[in-house]
């Protein structure tokens, strides 16, 4: 053995893979365990002639698979149900066939993560360094030549290891010295690999100082003219006009299509003597009901609630968020209190027109046939709401 | 055939030798006495053959999978130049020169277009089209243009001329290549495959259109014909599995088929089992994510009292438990084992169908019995007779194919 100390193995070439395949088998055989065949391409068969055990890559990769799914579901229920849960359109937090691509997706990405890390693992690569590559043949092992090689630290191996070798049909037998020099990467390589990843981290712990810490100068501004828009917004100040308005009112005398008539009760709720108007200035009909509830689920029923009691899921949630002291929140008027119930028709009308409290106003949204539809469907939702739960 | 092929092959039983015309005779008895049980338990239905009509459509969707699953198999192998199929090649080869035995067993399915009967109550016997009504009346009225019994007769009729062409002569090209040394066929066969392909993939998705989705005329999928074809393509890869190994046993190409082909064909397998769950899941998320009432309706009916079990049944069934099973390379290699996971998917498959047809019979309840049991063991009898008659004694495999020599050699890594 001590002749072998310095001798990495033997090498030999074969010029076809029938014979490296029988080669292989033979040495198996005589009960070598350490030796390693090297082909241009995959060779069928090989890894039985071999011996070569299954791998446990597949393993590795279910493995892998399966964090993925079960880390894509829980990651989207944890956000989506208890950090941050927002319902949306009345939807459930979280829905099992939603969640599914993105668990999916999760798989398929550590799973192929999983088998290339893996195999590259499994592998010992990458690798910087091999003795064989000190043989000038054996770089035909990437083109038109086979080897097999039977390496110096196999228990079984021994003077006559080279001499048996040979006798089994190969074209060339050579002993490969072990190097010198040690494995591994040149010191450059190694440097260069330290300061690129120290540089990767670098943004890294950046992010982490400014999530961590406080600061009171402003923030930085990347992308300075998406930040500040060279345009004005609502109520701004403008020194282009004498009246110093950015926001320019409507000329004199501006009317909506087919709204000319801006006086008459019709549009503004009250009556030439300034009350109220008490009844609906415009025809009531089944079609202005229906008109009245699909508008009040638009756009009322958000703060309201669809049944007006002010009990809806924005309304929840910013009560929830208020009592964690996240929020302040006036809670929308129940629409079927006395105070509503009081008011007449031309009053609620106004109240959409204009706004109320943090109420604002809906005359860019609705009509006033919708308006008047609006309340007129409040109505019946106060009877509703008002009847003893008997009559059901 | 190369002289090693030859070599290897020669005490292979490469043809039927009378094996297919014994068998064909006792599929042919076993068929038309189920086929009558399962009639006769649908004119005891007493709803004037609308069970057995629906039933009689399960089996019969069943039996086309398997025979388009088969086109697309020929098709795919030639398209790809595949080498490894080739030993196979020719089982897929019997399931679809037996398509125009399909379209005569299709010929029953005329009754319900053109009777009278369920008209008043159902809008048609099976397809509720014939007559448009209830809700939906409005909207299907406007496809009349479309679904109408004289039109929908006279599509039948072109698909099974299509198919019945094309299976023909891509068998026809096969059988030629047996007897020559020329490579002339089996190059000819290369060639049409592709536009091949491009015909079976409309008419696949058509027909599936036309048979099964027009159950429920108010209601479409765009992916339906995807979907019908991912179940075709778990029907025929387990059909193969199965036939391939009913001859090994019966002491037929014991050399021809490998474990290797096994193992491949087993991958495929299973790669479909994962193919049907993702496009039944496409169908299923965007309808559910969506959630528009013309859309859900359909899944409403089958996510609901009787139906919601089978649901689940195709969730973990068809899904979950053979992807679980399949996934492993010792289970593809192990023959008997793939053997039952074949068997077992080509039941899940028929689950599948029964699931996409029988809602259309009774939203709320199964009405599951042996009168669906007979009709389809009846339609897969008489189609495997015929399958058996055609196949004659034709070789087993195509003795003179180019890519045979490989195909012998051929190991998975």
């Keep these: 053995m001590t002749a072998d100390a310095r001798l990495y193995g033997v090498l030999a070439e074969f010029d076809n893979v029938d014979d490296l395949v029988d080669a292989a088998k033979q040495v198996r055989e005589a009960g070598y365990t350490r030796f390693d065949a090297h082909t241009p391409f995959p060779v069928h068969g090989l890894d039985d002639a071999m011996g070569v055990r299954p791998t446990i890559l597949p393993w590795i990769v279910l493995a892998a698979g399966l964090v993925g799914l079960s880390s894509g579901f829980l990651m989207q229920w944890w956000m989506n149900d208890v950090d941050y849960s927002y319902a949306i359109s009345g939807k459930p937090m979280f829905g099992l066939p939603g969640a599914v691509p993105v668990a ?11 088998a290339f890390v893996g195999m590259l693992a499994l592998n010992n690569l990458p690798k910087w360094f091999h003795p064989l590559f000190r043989v000038e043949r054996f770089s035909r092992a990437t083109s038109d030549r086979f080897y097999l090689v039977i390496e110096g630290r196999d228990p079984n191996f021994g003077p006559r290891t080279s001499d048996w070798l040979g006798g089994l049909g190969c074209t060339a037998l050579e002993a490969v010295p072990m190097p010198d020099e040690p494995e591994g990467l040149p010191r450059p390589l190694k440097g260069l690999a330290w300061v690129m990843t120290s540089l990767a981290l670098l943004p890294v712990a950046m992010i982490a100082n400014a999530r961590f810490s406080e600061s009171s100068t402003p923030q930085i501004h990347l992308v300075g003219n998406m930040d500040f828009q060279e345009k004005y917004k609502a109520q701004q100040t403008s020194q282009l006009f004498a009246d110093g308005r950015a926001m320019r009112p409507d000329s004199a005398g501006t009317v909506a299509r087919g709204e000319l008539d801006i006086s008459s009760p019709q549009v503004t709720g009250r009556n030439a003597d300034g009350s109220y108007v008490a009844g609906f200035p415009v025809a009531v009909d089944a079609g202005l009901m229906a008109r009245g509830r699909e508008r009040f689920d638009i756009y009322c029923a958000t703060c309201h609630g669809l049944n007006g009691k002010g009990d809806s899921v924005v309304s929840r949630r910013a009560l929830a968020l208020q009592e964690q002291g996240k929020a302040a929140w006036t809670p929308p008027t129940d629409l079927t209190s006395q105070v509503v119930l009081d ?8 109240t959409i027109t204009l706004g109320k409290n943090n109420m604002p106003s809906y005359a860019q949204q609705l009509r006033p046939r919708d308006r008047w539809a609006i309340a007129l469907y409040m109505e019946a939702l106060q009877s509703a709401q008002a009847a003893p739960s008997e009559d059901e | 055939m190369t002289p090693q092929a030859s070599r290897l092959l020669a005490h292979d039983n490469l043809h039927d030798a009378g094996l297919s015309r014994r068998f064909g005779n006792r599929f042919l008895l076993i068929g038309l006495a189920a086929l009558a049980v399962g009639l006769g338990l649908g004119i005891a239905d007493g709803d004037e053959l609308r069970h057995f009509f629906h039933a009689y459509l399960v089996g019969y969707a069943f039996v086309l999978s398997v025979a388009l699953g088969g086109m697309f198999f020929v098709l795919i192998q030639h398209l790809t130049n595949a080498h490894w199929s080739v030993t196979v090649r020719r089982l897929a080869e019997f399931t679809i020169v037996s398509l125009p035995w399909v379209g005569v067993l299709g010929l029953p399915l005329l009754y319900p277009l053109f ?25 299907v009225t406007k496809k009349v243009g479309w679904l109408n019994p004289g039109f929908f007769a006279v599509r039948m009729l072109g698909y099974f001329a299509v198919w019945g062409f094309m299976g023909t002569y891509f068998v026809r090209k096969s059988l030629q290549q047996d007897l020559t040394d020329s490579y002339e066929p089996t190059l000819k066969a290369k060639k049409w495959s592709a536009l091949g392909m491009i015909v079976f993939a409309l008419s696949l998705t058509a027909a599936a ?35 391939a190994l009913f001859m090994q046993r019966t002491g037929r190409l014991q050399h021809a088929i490998t474990v290797d082909h096994y193992h491949d064909l087993g991958k495929f397998l299973f790669a479909f089992v994962f193919f ?3 496009i039944a899941f496409s169908q299923y998320m965007l309808i559910w994510y969506a959630n528009i009432p013309e859309e859900t309706l359909w899944f409403a009916h089958r996510q609901t009292e009787a139906w919601m079990p089978v649901s689940w049944l195709l969730v973990v069934g068809h899904f979950i438990i053979p992807f679980a099973a399949l996934l492993s390379r010792h289970t593809k290699r192990r023959v008997m084992v793939l053997g039952f996971w074949a068997a077992y998917m080509l039941v899940m498959h028929w689950v599948d169908l029964y699931w996409l047809v029988m809602p259309a019979l009774d939203s709320q309840a199964l009405h599951f019995g042996l009168c669906d049991v007979a009709t389809s063991v009846g339609i897969v009898g008489l189609y495997v007779a015929g399958l058996c008659r055609i196949a004659g004694d034709r070789p087993l495999i195509p003795v003179n194919d180019p890519l045979l020599a490989e195909c012998l050699a051929f190991k998975n890594v």
Aim: zero cysteines; proline letters at 6%.
């Design chain 1, 104 to 114: 999916y997706e999760l798989t398929i990405l550590l799973a192929s993560f999983g």
């Design chain 1, 343 to 350: 008011q007449p028709p031309g009053q609620i009308f106004e």
């Design chain 2, 115 to 139: 009777t009278d009967a369920g008209l008043e109550e159902h809008g048609g016997l099976l397809w509720p089209w014939i007559q448009p009504l209830g809700e939906d009346a409005a909207l």
């Design chain 2, 209 to 243: 259109f036309d048979l099964l989705m027009s159950l429920d005329p108010a209601w479409f999928s765009t992916i339906f014909g995807v979907y019908f074809f991912s179940g075709s393509l778990i029907a025929i890869f387990s059909w193969l599995i199965l036939t």
């Design chain 2, 276 to 278: 049907w769950g993702y």
